[in-house]
Structures are given as C-alpha cells and as structure tokens.
C-alpha cells in the first residue's frame, strides 16, 4: 500500500486541453514536492509546497497544498505535448531529507 | 556544473553474478540517496547517506543488496548474488543541506539493470 496514492495513474489528452493529477495520503506532510520524470531520464524537481492551503503557479501548472497538508493536486491548464511525462508526487514527514514518492501518473498529451 | 553521474547506463548479467553500481553526487551536497523504480512498485528509496555514513537502510531489500559511500564523492550499490527480481532502474540522487524542510533532490540518470 503507498502512502502516497496518487489519482489517475494514467492520463491521455489532446494537446489544449486541461488535467488535474492527485496526490493524496491519510498522513500529515511537512512538506510535498512534484517532480516530472521524462523516459530515460532521472525525476526533476517541479515545486516544493510547505505550507497548509499554498498554492503555487509555474506557468501553465497550477500546485495546491491541502489545508490539512494531506494531499495535493496538479493542475495543468492548456496541455501541450512537451507536458508528456511520468508526475510523482513526493512527501517529506519531518524535516530532513527522506521522501515517500507516490506511484506517479503517467501523462500523454496527443498533438 | 556536472550532474549526478550513475554508471554503467545499462547492465545486463545473468542470475548470481555480482553487480555494482556506481555514483558521483555533485560536488558539496551533504546527502546521497539510492532508489529503486519499477513498473510495479514505483520509486522506492533503497537507502541514504549524510556526510557519507548510512542513516536508513530499511529500504535495502534483503542481504543480498549492500550500500557503502568512502567518501563525499562517491558510493557503489552492490548486489550479489543478483537474481530476476532485482531488474529495475536504480536511481541515485543527492541533495545540498540547506536546514530546509525538504531541499531538492538532484537524480541522476538511472543504471537500467537487467538480471537474465
């Protein structure tokens, strides 16, 4: 069972259209990050929220920490094909370094 | 500035062989991770470093998997004897100390290993 579960594992959409990627989890984080994983290649560091109810914007990604600071969400708006990629949520349950990573969601933006 | 640097890229072996994985973190970050990432399991954290002694190891599978780290700027993750199951992606990633609650972790590309 993952800690973090994150919904839907898989997503496929026509270029313009918008997404919504879920992390969520029954325990409190002290922090959460969203990394993108490309084929072939290592996870990249997208944003880290640390604050209950902050949302953060990148461009056309739209980040949203719970209040509870149990999930978080992913919103891309407009979806373009460079946006296809493996999105894994990551949560931190005390300060430090160790992270629990979701399953990840697998998105294909079709041109 | 250089990345993680992981090699080999791939490896293929056949069951009960020793493999070793290797890994320079960038220069100056205080923690080394290794991971594991499969379809079935996802990313999962192996073991961790700070200033190069283990700090978790719960992650490491079983005996057959050892992690050492001799000094800042590198760290081998052996397995022996290496079976089927062991075929994954195995990531390493370090990460500064900044005295933030979760600094960003730098992957390197990944050692795809394939155990015939």
């Known amino acids: 069972t993952q800690l973090l579960e994150q919904s839907p594992q898989f997503l496929s959409i026509q270029e313009g259209e918008n997404l919504t990627v879920y992390c969520n989890s029954s325990?409190?984080?002290?922090?959460l990050q969203w990394y993108r994983q490309e084929p072939g290649e290592g996870p990249v560091l997208l944003v880290t929220?640390?604050?209950?109810?902050e949302v953060k914007k990148l461009k056309r990604l739209t980040f949203q920490f719970g209040d509870a600071r149990k999930d978080s969400s992913l919103h891309i708006t407009a979806a373009q094909p460079g946006d296809t990629g493996l999105y894994l949520c990551?949560?931190?349950?005390?300060?430090?370094?160790?992270?629990?990573f979701g399953g990840g969601t697998r998105v294909l933006v079709k041109p | 500035d250089a990345g993680v640097i992981q090699s080999p890229r791939h490896e293929v072996t056949e069951m009960g062989q020793e493999v070793t994985l290797r890994c320079k973190p960038i220069s100056g970050h205080d923690y080394l991770f290794w991971y594991r990432q499969t379809m079935m399991r996802g990313l999962e954290l192996l073991i961790y470093?700070?200033?190069?002694?283990?700090?978790?190891d719960s992650g490491m599978p079983e005996d057959r998997f050892s992690a050492k780290m001799p000094n800042a700027s590198f760290s081998t993750l052996k397995i022996q004897p290496s079976e089927p199951r062991d075929s994954a992606v195995y990531f390493c990633a370090s990460v500064p100390n900044s005295g933030g609650l979760a600094d960003t972790q730098y992957f390197g590309p990944g050692t795809r290993l394939t155990v015939l």
């Open positions: 470093f700070n200033n190069n002694v283990p700090i978790d």
């Open positions: 325990s409190v984080f002290s922090s």
């Open positions: 990551a949560g931190a349950r005390a300060a430090g370094n160790k992270l629990t």
């Open positions: 929220v640390v604050t209950g109810g």
